[in-house]
């Protein structure tokens, strides 16, 4: 994937990194050969978005996710069967439900049936709403879920005598989760452990965390940098990670007396780390979601006239948000899936720049959800980049159109018309909200069709070599780590994956059929799926790999 030599038949590798390639490598001996038999290397895939820790606690959760459940009676039957397991008190915990599929959303008097009184929790596909039962509500203060308040940039839904019906959106969310956050530390090192595995399985040599640290939001525990660190030292964790810290663990620094500060102690901001774990940019949520259409949008959504979403801040201290970090050194990446959310962002990154300039931030934008020409090339303008997720659109692409106007419709989840403003367009998943296999990412970014089989913005496909690019050097540009990341060429880090078919020559339909073989990060098999057979796995000095 380096344009000046896109294609190579042998692969050196020293230290970790490549050393050269081809006929450079003609008269050297290698510690170690690995023969692929002729299979096809890409460099490692880099998900710019992708929730790893949530990944991991979504693996050991309850598995509601359309496919293992079609129906809420399914969804009732499944709470009712994993109560049955757990002592009167102890919480059922399921996530992945999209009540776009089931005809709505569960209820707290029928998982208070279904679960024998326990307290549950189920978190919606979208990470953006959860539903609880009774007995949550009563953990937290609130009997028969009478008395519970509303919230700013938040949503609880209730009967006609104000009584909460189960339904909690964005920060309406916080109190239920303070019942179970934070996390003990040795269930996150478990989480970790079972989305890193499953990260080496999909060929993710690199992954972008967007959102930790705040346990009431998107966090684990005050100390997440602490549990990704020791998942890295132990060797839990093999995929490089890169962390956003939540906006909220962001605060004044006392002791200036001619300034403020806005950061995290001691300074430390984005860039700070190694190859292996790096601090990216602070990750803010302005909105809600799409599919819960809570997202901030200029229209109201089809069939809801009084609906145009929610932002989560308030624009005036959205705004210093991201200018205060943009001032303090930070790359600001704030979620922003309506075009009204994407307004009030673009607003905050011009005013930060006019004020202090610093036209290598590398500010983005994720989701970028719902937007306009003028909207992109604005962006474009502005340097930002624009993270999109390519599954959500055989995942969720039907219920996103269904929750718009018809002339709205083209404008969801655009990625050719970002490359042809200019833009560098990343690849991620927004896992566990999608599942992170970026073959089936790949997939939809070529072919745009939704679960139904409707093309969803056709003029936005993109070809294989523009998708497979976005999830390489796109996602490694997105942090500023492409002089290391994205490319098979002398100098990078030795981070590939090899695949069972080759993804430019086999029909563009069948993308999402093709499975990893191998991963190799800083020339270390991490993962072989029987195409490396035999050997140690380790490659200690240097190595010749011919694929």
């Not at 403020?260 to 790096?278: A, C, H, K, M, Y």
């Not at 069939?303 to 705004?319: Q, R, S, T, Y």
Request: aromatic fraction near 6%; charge should be negative.
């Amino acid at each position: 994937m380096d344009p000046a030599r896109p294609t190579a038949n042998r692969i050196g590798v020293m230290h970790g990194r490549i050393v050269g390639l081809d006929s450079d490598l003609d008269g050297v001996s290698a510690r170690r050969t690995v023969n692929l038999q002729g299979a096809p290397v890409l460099p490692g895939f880099h998900d710019a978005h992708n929730h790893l820790s949530l990944t991991g606690a979504r693996l050991a959760s309850l598995n509601l996710r359309h496919g293992v459940i079609q129906s809420m009676d399914a969804l009732y039957a499944a709470v009712a069967q994993k109560a049955a397991a757990l002592p009167p008190d102890g919480w059922v915990r399921g996530s992945g439900y999209d009540q776009n599929l089931l005809g709505g959303h569960p209820t707290a008097e029928r998982l208070d049936a279904a679960s024998g009184g326990r307290p549950v929790i189920l978190e919606h596909v979208s990470g953006h709403m959860i539903t609880v039962s009774t007995r949550a509500f009563e953990l937290a203060g609130y009997p028969d879920r009478h008395g519970v308040p509303d919230f700013d940039g938040g949503f609880v839904a209730r009967s006609a005598d104000g009584r909460a019906e189960g339904l909690l959106q964005e920060k309406a969310m916080s109190f239920i989760y303070e019942l179970v956050r934070p996390m003990a530390l040795d269930e996150v090192q478990r989480n970790l452990a079972l989305a890193g595995e499953q990260a080496l399985r999909y060929g993710l040599t690199s992954i972008t965390e967007p959102g930790i640290g705040d346990y009431k939001m998107v966090g684990n525990s005050p100390v997440d940098f602490h549990s990704y660190q020791q998942a890295v030292e132990n060797r839990v964790l093999s995929t490089r990670i890169t962390l956003m810290p939540y906006c909220t663990t962001l605060h004044d620094i006392e002791g200036f007396k001619d300034r403020g500060w806005f950061g995290l102690d001691l300074g430390i901001r984005t860039g700070l780390g190694n190859e292996r774990l790096q601090i990216g940019p602070v990750k803010i949520v302005s909105d809600g979601s799409f599919i819960g259409r809570s997202a901030a949008m200029h229209h109201c959504y089809h069939g809801e006239p009084d609906n145009h979403g929610v932002l989560l801040f308030e624009p005036a201290k959205l705004h210093a948000m991201i200018i205060r970090a943009h001032e303090a050194g930070w790359a600001v990446a704030t979620h922003a899936i309506g075009d009204a959310a994407i307004d009030h962002v673009m607003d905050a990154v011009e005013e930060a720049q006019r004020v202090h300039p610093r036209p290598a931030a590398r500010h983005r934008i994720e989701h970028f959800a719902v937007a306009t020409d003028a909207q992109i090339e604005r962006a474009a303008a502005l340097g930002l980049t624009a993270v999109p997720q390519g599954v959500f659109i055989s995942d969720f692409g039907d219920g996103m159109m269904a929750a718009v106007e018809p002339e709205v419709a083209p404008l969801i989840y655009r990625m050719k018309s970002l490359l042809k403003a200019g833009m560098v367009l990343p690849g991620s998943s927004d896992a566990p909200v999608s599942d992170g296999n970026p073959l089936v990412s790949l997939h939809d970014m070529v072919n745009r069709r939704t679960s139904s089989g409707a093309l969803l913005g056709p003029e936005e496909r993109l070809t294989v070599e523009e998708a497979v690019r976005a999830y390489t050097f796109g996602s490694a540009y997105a942090v500023g780590q492409e002089r290391d990341k994205g490319q098979l060429r002398v100098g990078q880090l030795a981070d590939f994956a090899a695949l069972s078919d080759d993804l430019f020559a086999i029909p563009q339909e069948t993308i999402r059929d093709v499975t990893v073989g191998a991963t190799v990060i800083g020339g270390e098999m991490v993962f072989d799926d029987g195409m490396v057979r035999g050997g140690e796995s380790e490659m200690e000095k240097a190595a010749i790999l011919a694929g």
